[in-house]
């Protein structure tokens, strides 16, 4: 079973607020993602890594940055949260560095509400 | 370019009813995985099954079973005797070696088991 970790699982806060929205696994796993996702509906790559040190933006542009200083932790920032950012956050992992094979694995999510 | 199309936006079936999920895709690798995920209301994506280009039986795992058809650039998904738990969201991705290794998702499909 993975175990891949996200903090806080619902988060509501106001306007204006800086906020970090934690990930972490266990795995080792080399690959890490950070999806935004309106319940139920498609998924948008925002983020990802292929290792410490490197980040990457995804397929959707997002004003969040992100950081991999360790191995299992991938922290998603916002600066300055706008009622726009409301949403899922889902965090994922998969091994590498062997390609596209390999399957990924998904954090429980964060919900985003913001006032 | 490489896209995922689930066409079934929704599907309502009573429980016992066989269901179909379809799946269609696009790429030009030679190379490439396709991968079904099943969001429950929790809102935790669970990997269910990864197929590769090159292998083409169909798969069964209890209830579920998978359908690959290269020619038709499908991977379809049954449920065979639905039961209420089985109500989620249900998403096909597909990933490439030569994509950067990063997922492309469906818009996933809305299944709702009745009692």
């Known amino acids: 079973e993975a175990d891949i970790y996200q903090t806080p699982r619902y988060l509501v806060i106001g306007t204006g607020k800086k906020i970090t929205l934690e990930c972490s696994q266990t795995?080792?796993?080399?690959?890490m993602y950070w999806y935004q996702q309106d319940p139920g509906m498609e998924l948008h790559l925002i983020h990802y890594s292929y290792g410490v040190n490197s980040t990457e933006k995804g397929d959707l542009s997002s004003e969040s940055t992100v950081s991999r200083i360790r191995t299992e932790h991938f922290p998603l920032t916002l600066e300055s949260a706008r009622p726009s950012h409301t949403s899922q956050y889902l965090c994922?992992?998969?091994?590498?560095?062997?390609?596209?094979?390999?399957?990924?694995?998904f954090g429980p999510g964060t919900r985003l509400t913001v006032l | 370019a490489q896209k995922v199309t689930q066409a079934q936006t929704e599907i309502s079936v009573v429980e016992k009813e066989d269901v179909t999920l379809d799946c269609v895709y696009e790429t030009r690798d030679t190379t490439y995985y396709l991968f079904w995920y099943k969001q429950p209301p929790s809102g935790e994506l669970v990997f269910l099954i990864r197929?590769?280009?090159?292998?083409?039986q169909n798969e069964i795992s209890g209830r579920y079973s998978w359908n690959f058809q290269k020619s038709t650039s499908s991977f379809n998904f049954t449920i065979t005797a639905s039961q209420v738990v089985d109500s989620a969201v249900y998403f096909c991705a597909l990933s490439e070696d030569n994509y950067g290794q990063n997922f492309v998702f469906g818009p996933g499909t809305r299944l709702s088991v009745l009692p």
């Open positions: 994922a992992s998969s091994a590498g560095p062997s390609g596209a094979y390999n399957e990924q694995f």
């Open positions: 197929r590769n280009s090159f292998d083409e």
């Open positions: 795995m080792g796993h080399d690959k």
